[in-house]
């Protein structure tokens, strides 16, 4: 992630920590290519009892 902006590297920061925080049950997948973050994936799973 070097050739990003300290803002960038923020703005990361704080999405991935949103997803993180919203998931009950599930995972979050950050995808990297080149060595940036190119994609970030939410898998939320449904806990039915």
Not at 10 to 18: K, P, R, S, V
Not at 28 to 48: A, P, Y
């Amino acid at each position: 992630m070097s050739d990003i902006s300290s803002r960038e590297r923020e703005e990361i920061a704080e999405q991935l920590l949103q997803y993180i925080q919203s998931v009950q049950y599930g995972s979050v997948t950050v995808i990297i290519q080149d060595g940036k973050v190119i994609q970030i994936e939410k898998n939320e799973k449904v806990r039915l009892r």
